[in-house]
């Protein structure tokens, strides 16, 4: 009986510490992924902060891959900075033929710029910008004022396991001999 009992404690103790790790697990968790709002009045360059903030943050030896029906003077002006660091650019964007009249001389600039590859998609519809610490997911266009003028609903994920999926759909968005 006193075995038996002893083998209870060890078991009990042996569950504890699996709960304190799955609990401190989640806890690492907390604040890796949020939803909010940007937009409107009050939260107004809430997702230009965050975009601005993430480009600024990649570091040399990484990389940004960028999705967005189109790019605007002021973003394509961040993403030449970005370039100058040594940081390469990967931009999945609408065909030319699909871009506003008033954004095909950006597209012609980024498309000339060394460091940015540009890859033409036809199905783009939302924007999403990442690089190995973090993504920002959300509706709209990388335009400086149409994003401030939106009211968009802005995902930001900072979680490992959760950014490898992100880069498995962008890959999936790729020419198939540009694939990993």
């Known amino acids: 009986m006193s075995d038996r009992l002893i083998e209870l404690r060890v078991e009990n103790k042996r569950l504890k510490e699996q709960i304190n790790n799955l609990e401190n697990k989640i806890m690492s968790l907390v604040g890796m992924f949020s939803i909010e709002s940007s937009g409107g009045t009050e939260k107004k360059n809430v997702l230009n902060d965050l975009l601005l903030n993430l480009i600024n ?47 095909i001389p950006i597209y012609d600039d980024l498309k000339q710029t060394q460091g940015i590859s540009i890859i033409n998609n036809p199905n783009v519809k939302f924007l999403l910008v990442f690089n190995t610490e973090q993504a920002v997911y959300a ?24 950014l490898r999926i992100i880069a498995e759909i962008f890959s999936l968005m790729l020419p198939t001999f540009m694939r990993k």
């Not at 030449?80 to 033929?97: A, C, E, F, H, Y």
Request: glycine residues 6%; charged residues 30%.
């Open 57 to 103: 943050s990649t570091k040399g030896q990484d990389q940004i891959n960028i999705v967005t029906p189109r790019v605007d003077s002021f973003y394509a002006k961040e993403l030449k900075r970005l370039v100058d660091r040594g940081i390469p650019v990967l931009l999945i964007t609408n065909d030319r033929s699909d871009i506003p009249k008033s954004y």
């Open 139 to 162: 509706g709209g266009s990388l335009d400086k004022e149409e994003l401030s003028k939106s009211i968009l609903i802005v995902t930001k994920i900072q979680e490992k396991t959760k």
